[in-house]
């Protein structure tokens, strides 16, 4: 099942994720993580730079908005994270139904 996240426009703060397979932590430990997020329309949204790696070892990141990026005529946004290494191979979390956000007017 998807992690179903609310937020308010304008919303600036980092929003944490955990990247598991099988249940289990990824170790992010040399690979790069880029996010991968559309609004409801399909349109992407650019998360350069906005993606974090908060624990390598635990799987963690997080997506830091800026005020603009996430508004609730677009909601919800759907999101992936494309987890890649230095051969180029990707794999993306979660790799079934992606993790969803839905924005509330202030």
Do not use: C
């Amino acid at each position: 099942m998807a992690l179903l996240t609310s937020i308010v426009e304008g919303w600036t703060d980092a929003i944490p994720f955990a990247l598991k397979a099988d249940g289990l932590e990824v170790n992010l430990t040399g690979l790069t993580v880029v996010g991968v997020f559309h609004d409801n329309r399909g349109a992407s949204l650019s998360t350069t730079d906005k993606i974090t790696v908060t624990s390598s070892t635990a799987g963690a990141v997080s997506w830091t908005p800026a005020a603009g990026d996430a508004l609730a005529a677009k909601s919800p946004y759907r999101i992936r994270f494309q987890v890649s290494d230095i051969t180029g191979a990707k794999v993306f979390f979660p790799n079934a139904d992606p993790d969803t956000i839905t924005v509330h007017k202030q």
